[in-house]
C-alpha cells in the first residue's frame, strides 16, 4: 500500500467518522425536539387535567350555593381560589348563563362565550365544568388558567437545550480537531514526498560517484599507458621517418589507436569529474553561433539546425572547450535520435534559478545561471531510462554505435563547473537537454599569451628537470624533451629531485608529475620555489584527485600538461610557460 | 366538603338578588314576615329537592313531586309560582295543601305550618319515621330543615339526624350551605 493510497483510505475514514458524527449529533437534536415537544404536550395535558379537576371542585363546591342563590358563599368560594396564583380567571355563572361570581388577574375578564370551544388559547387553558345537581344543570363553572410563566417554560427546555449545545460543541471540537489533523498529516505527506526525492536524488548522485572513481581509476592507469606507448611511437616516428614506411604505417596506425583511447580516458575523466579544467569568462553567445556553424554540414541536410540567442546574454565561467564538447556530444545524440531527420534547435537565455527549484534537486546553489538548451524532435527516452542516461556505458544505441559516454561527459563536466542540466523528453516529439551555466561577473577572457613556437631540434641552453616515479613516463619525457632539444636531468621521486636541484643550479624549469608515493608534485613544487623563487614549474597528470585542482579546477598561475601527450603538445605548453612572465 | 361559619358584613351584600334586597328593607318582626322572605322560602322549598335522597320506593319517576303545606299556609300563591313548571328529575312539581298530617301523606316535602287540628309537634311526630323531608319554622319544633333568619336572609338549619332516621340523605353541599347542622349519630 502506497503512502497516497493510505491517504486516501484514512481520509475516506475520516470522511465516513465525520459523518457518523453529524448523523449523531441531528439524531440528538431530533431526539431533544422530539423530547421537548413531548414535554411540552404532556405539560400542557397535565396542566388541562389539573384545571379540570380545579373546576370541577369548585363546581361541586358552589352547587348549593347557586342553586340557593348564595352570593356571599360564591364570592367565598371563587375568593379562596385567588390563593391559586396559576389561575387568570375565574367565572359562575348562573343556569341562564348571568355572571353570579368570579374575578381576574388580567384585563381579560371571564367570558362564558369562549367556553363553547374549551381551547388553549395563548398558551393559556380555558375550562369550563358544569354545575348541576340530580342531572339538573344549575350553571357552569368557567376557569381560565395563566400562561406559563417564562421562567419555567425556559426552564423546560433547559436540559433538551443543553444536550443540543453540548452536541454541537461535541461536533464542532472534533471536525476541528479532525480538519487540524489532516492538515498535519497533508503536511507530513509532503515532507516525506520531497524526502524521498531528495534519498532518490542522493542515491543518484552517489551511485554516479561510485561509478565516476571506479572510472577515474581505471582512466589513470590507462592514461600513464597510453602516455607511454604514445610517446614511445611519437619518439619512433621522429627519430626513424626513415625507416621502412610499412613500419612506419604500423606505427602510424598503433598512435591513431592509442589516440582514440586516449579521447575515451579523457571523457571517462570527465564523467568523474577529474578532468583539469581551465575555466575563464566565455562568451555563450558566441561559441553557441560557432558551434551551430560547425554542426550544420557535421549533422547533414536532413537536419536544420536553428539558433536562438538571447540578446545580452550573460558570460559563463565555464571550460569553453569542454562546453563545446558538450554540446557536440549532445548533437550527435540528437542527430542519432532523428535518423529520418527534424530540427536541432540551440537555445540560450540568461536564467535564475531560485530558492525553491534549487529545494527540489542536490548539487544547486541558487543564483544567475546562462541557459543552453538543446532540443531536437527525434524518437525521445522513455520516462524509466531517463534516470539511467547519464550514467557512463548506457546507451540506447546499438553495440558498436556509441560509446555511452557521451552525455556522461556532459552530465560530469556541468556538474564539477559548478552548473547544473535538466534533461526533458517525451517519446515520439522529442527531448530538450538544458545546461544551467554558472554566470561569470568577470568581463572579458584572460587573453592568452603569444607564443613563439620553437621549431623542434633547437637546441637550447636551457636545463629541465623531469620528475616522475614510472619510469616507463619519465624515460618518455627524458627522450621528448632531448627530441625538444632540452637538457635533461631526472628524478623518480621528491627527495632525489630536490638534491639535485640544489646540485644543478643551471635548471630552469621543472616538469614534474602531480601523485607520486611519499612527496606529491604539489609539495615538491612548493619546496623548490621555496629554495628557487626563479624555478619555473609544470605539471604534468592524467588524474587529479587533489594537490593542484581545487573543487575542479586549477589554481592560478598552475601550468599543466595532460597525459597523454605528444611531444608536440609538450613543447608548446613549455614554449608558454618560459615565454610568460616570472 | 367546607363547613360554612362566617360572619356576614354589609359591604360584603350586594343588592342584585331578591335575597339581597331584602336587606334595604327595614327590619320586620319576625312573626310578620315580608312578602320577599315568603316568596324566598317558597323557592327554597323545591330547590330542597335535588340535593335530598329518597328512599327508591319514593322515587317512582310517573307519580309526580309533591310538595305539601300542612296546616297553616303563609305562602299562598306565591309557592304555586314559584314551582309552575318545575321539575325535579323528570318529575313535575305539585303542591298539596293538606290539613293534617299522616305518615302516609303523599307528600316528598312537608312544610308544617301546625293548626288547631295538630299542632307541628304532632305533624312532626306522625312524620318521623316517614321518608319526607320536613320543614319548619319553629325554632321550638324542629323539622328536618328550619327556616331562619340570619342577618336579613333567609337561611336554614339541618337536622342530619332526622334525615336519617327517615331514610333520607341530604347532599353535603347542601349540608355545607346550612347555617347548622345536627350531625347524625355515628
Known sequence: ?582 | MRVRARPMTASRSLPRLAVVLALLCPPAPAPAQTALETAVKATFLYKFAPFVEWPASQSVPSAPFAICVIGKDPFGSALDRAVNGQRVGARPVVVRRLSVAAPDSPCQIAYLGGSRTQSVREGLGLLRQAPVLTVTEDPSERGIVEFTSAGGRVRFRLDDQAAAEAGLTISSKLLGLALSVTPRKE
Do not use: C
Request: a neutral charge.
Open chain 1, 1 to 582: 500500500m502506497t503512502a497516497r493510497e493510505m491517504t486516501r483510505s484514512s481520509r475516506m475514514s475520516d470522511r465516513s467518522r465525520a459523518l457518523a458524527l453529524l448523523a449523531g449529533v441531528i439524531a440528538l437534536i431530533a431526539a431533544s425536539v422530539v423530547v421537548a415537544l413531548y414535554d411540552q404536550n404532556q405539560t400542557v395535558a397535565r396542566d388541562r387535567a389539573g384545571a379540570e379537576v380545579q373546576a370541577r371542585v369548585l363546581a361541586d363546591t358552589v352547587t348549593a350555593a347557586l342553586s340557593f342563590g348564595d352570593r356571599a358563599a360564591l364570592r367565598e368560594y371563587v375568593g379562596a381560589l385567588r390563593a391559586n396564583r396559576g389561575l387568570d380567571a375565574v367565572g359562575v355563572y348562573d343556569g341562564r348563563g348571568r355572571l353570579v361570581a368570579g374575578f381576574t388577574r388580567s384585563r381579560l375578564a371571564p367570558n362564558l362565550a369562549d367556553t363553547l370551544t374549551p381551547a388553549t388559547a395563548g398558551g393559556r387553558i380555558i375550562v369550563h365544568a358544569p354545575v348541576a345537581q340530580n342531572g339538573e344543570r344549575l350553571g357552569t363553572v368557567y376557569l381560565r388558567d395563566r400562561s406559563e410563566p417564562l421562567a419555567r417554560r425556559l426552564g423546560r427546555y433547559v436540559a433538551p437545550g443543553f444536550l443540543v449545545v453540548m452536541a454541537l460543541l461535541m461536533f464542532l471540537i472534533t471536525s476541528l480537531d479532525a480538519r487540524r489533523l489532516r492538515r498535519a498529516n497533508r503536511a507530513l505527506e509532503t515532507q516525506i514526498a520531497e524526502r524521498e526525492k531528495a534519498e532518490a536524488a542522493l542515491r543518484q548522485s552517489q551511485k554516479m560517484e561510485s561509478i565516476g572513481r571506479l572510472t577515474g581509476g581505471i582512466a589513470h592507469d590507462f592514461n600513464n599507458m597510453l602516455a607511454i606507448i604514445l610517446g614511445s611511437l611519437d619518439l619512433l616516428l621522429r627519430r626513424h621517418a626513415d625507416a621502412d614506411p610499412k613500419i612506419l604505417r604500423f606505427a602510424r596506425e598503433a598512435m591513431a589507436a592509442a589516440d582514440r583511447a586516449a579521447d575515451l580516458t579523457r571523457r571517462l575523466l570527465a564523467f568523474s569529474r577529474l578532468q583539469p579544467l581551465k575555466p575563464t569568462s566565455a562568451d555563450i553567445a558566441r561559441t553557441v553561433n560557432h558551434i551551430s556553424g560547425l554542426l550544420r554540414p557535421t549533422l547533414g541536410e536532413t537536419i536544420t539546425v536553428e539558433t536562438v540567442v538571447a540578446g545580452g546574454l550573460w558570460r559563463a565561467h565555464i571550460d569553453l572547450s569542454q562546453l563545446e564538447t558538450a554540446i557536440v556530444n549532445l548533437a550527435i545524440n540528437a542527430r542519432d535520435a532523428m535518423p529520418r531527420g527534424g530540427s536541432l534547435t540551440i537555445e540560450t537565455a540568461n536564467t535564475y534559478l531560485d530558492r525553491a527549484y534549487a529545494e527540489g534537486e542536490l548539487e544547486i546553489t541558487p543564483g544567475q545561471y546562462v541557459m543552453v538548451a538543446i532540443t531536437d524532435t527525434g524518437a525521445g527516452i522513455p520516462p524509466e531510462l531517463l534516470a539511467q542516461v547519464f550514467e557512463p556505458f548506457f546507451t540506447t544505441k546499438p553495440v558498436g554505435a556509441g560509446t555511452g559516454l557521451g552525455l556522461s561527459q556532459v552530465h560530469g563536466f556541468i556538474k564539477q563547473s559548478g552548473g547544473h542540466l535538466r534533461l526533458y523528453s517525451e517519446v515520439g516529439v522529442g527531448t530538450t537537454v538544458k545546461l544551467y551555466l554558472p554566470r561569470s561577473l568577470t568581463d572579458a577572457e584572460q587573453p592568452k599569451p603569444a607564443v613563439a613556437r620553437a621549431r623542434p631540434g633547437d637546441r637550447r641552453d636551457l636545463t629541465v628537470l623531469v620528475v616522475e616515479d614510472e619510469a616507463g613516463v619519465r624515460e618518455f619525457a627524458t627522450e621528448a624533451l632531448t627530441e625538444l632539444g632540452f637538457d635533461v636531468l631526472s628524478a623518480d621521486g621528491a627527495g632525489p629531485a630536490l638534491e639535485i636541484l640544489d646540485a644543478h643550479p643551471e635548471i630552469a624549469l621543472m616538469l614534474t608529475d602531480v601523485i607520486m608515493p611519499e612527496t606529491n608534485g604539489r609539495m615538491l613544487a612548493q619546496e623548490a620555489l621555496h629554495r628557487r623563487p626563479s624555478l619555473r614549474v609544470v605539471f604534468m597528470t592524467g588524474y587529479t584527485r587533489n594537490a593542484i585542482v581545487h573543487n575542479g579546477t586549477l589554481d592560478a598561475d598552475t601550468h599543466l600538461v595532460t597525459k597523454p601527450f605528444t611531444i608536440a603538445e609538450l613543447g608548446a605548453e613549455l614554449e608558454a610557460v618560459l615565454a610568460g612572465p616570472g
